[in-house]
C-alpha cells in the first residue's frame, strides 16, 4: 500500500499548452503534487523554480518528433507523465457551420487532433520502452454529446463545428493507444471538461447553469485534479477511460 498514492513526487510531468486558462492551473496542481513541472507552450512563459520549468514548443509542429522529445528529456530528465492541454486553431475559428471552407476544417483537424494524437503515439511509444508511463488528453463534453445550441442565442458565441470531430476523436483515440501500449504499462486516458466560468455573456451563463444538477458552471482549479489522479498512482488500474468534468450535463 503506496502511503500518498496521489503523490506525483520524483517524476516530470510535461503539459503541452500550459500556460492557457485551464492549462495553467493543471500546470500547478502538478507542482503542487510535488512533481517537476515542464510547460511546453507557444506563449511567452519563464521559469519560476528548480521544480517549475518552461519550453516554448509548438504541439503543430510534427515534424522530428522523436528527436524534441529526446532534447526534453535530455534537459529536464525522464518524463513519466504527458498532459495534452494546447487548444491549437486557426484564426477563422467558430466559423459558422455553412461556411466553414475545406482549408480551415483540414488545417483545424490538422492542427488540433492530429496534434494530440500523434504526440501522444510518440510518447507512448517511449514510454512503453520503460514499461511506465500516463498520458492524459484534455477532451470536452462535446466530444461525447452533442451540443444544446439554444444556450448560445442572443450572444456571439457558438459551438464549432470541428470541435466536436476534434474531441471525439481525441477520445476514440486515445482507447486505441490505452489498448495497444496497455501491455506494455502505458496508461492513457481523457478528461473531459463541460463549461468553464471565464467571464462569459450573463443570459450564456443562466442558460448553462439552468440545465445542470450542480446548477453551475465548472471553477477552473475543478478541472485540474481530475487530471492529477489520472497522472497519479491512485489510478493504476485505470487506463482508456474518459472521465466527464461536467456539473452533470452528460448525465441527463
Not at 492541454?85 to 483540414?106: F, H, K, M, V
Request: with cysteine.
Amino acid at each position: 500500500m503506496i502511503d500518498n498514492p496521489f503523490s506525483l513526487s520524483g517524476r516530470t510531468i510535461a503539459i503541452t499548452g500550459g500556460n492557457g486558462l485551464i492549462g495553467r492551473t493543471v500546470a500547478d496542481a502538478i507542482l503542487r503534487s510535488g512533481a517537476t513541472t515542464l510547460v511546453l507552450d507557444i506563449a511567452a512563459g519563464k521559469a519560476s523554480g528548480d521544480n517549475f520549468r518552461y519550453e516554448a514548443f509548438d504541439i503543430t509542429d510534427l515534424d522530428k518528433r522523436g528527436e524534441r522529445l529526446s532534447a526534453l528529456e535530455a534537459a529536464h530528465g525522464e518524463i513519466s507523465g504527458w498532459v495534452n492541454c494546447a487548444y491549437p486553431r486557426t484564426s477563422d475559428w467558430g466559423t459558422a457551420l455553412e461556411q466553414i471552407s475545406n482549408e480551415s476544417w483540414q488545417a483545424n483537424i490538422d492542427r488540433h487532433l492530429n496534434a494530440y494524437c500523434l504526440w501522444s503515439s510518440t510518447v507512448a511509444e517511449r514510454m512503453a520502452g520503460r514499461n511506465t508511463g500516463s498520458i492524459v488528453n484534455l477532451a470536452s463534453i462535446y466530444g461525447m454529446v452533442g451540443p444544446d445550441f439554444t444556450i448560445y442565442e442572443q450572444t456571439t458565441m457558438t459551438m464549432p463545428a470541428a470541435y466536436a470531430a476534434i474531441k471525439g476523436g481525441v477520445i476514440a483515440y486515445s482507447r486505441y493507444l490505452a489498448s495497444y501500449f496497455g501491455h506494455k504499462g502505458v496508461r492513457v486516458n481523457c478528461v473531459s471538461p463541460g463549461g468553464v466560468f471565464d467571464s462569459q455573456p450573463e443570459q450564456f451563463v443562466e442558460r448553462y447553469n439552468k440545465r445542470l444538477p450542480l446548477g453551475r458552471m465548472a471553477r477552473v482549479d475543478e478541472v485540474c485534479w481530475p487530471v492529477v489522479f489520472l497522472l497519479s498512482q491512485a489510478s493504476s488500474y485505470i487506463t482508456g477511460e474518459n472521465i466527464a468534468v461536467d456539473g452533470g450535463w452528460t448525465a441527463i
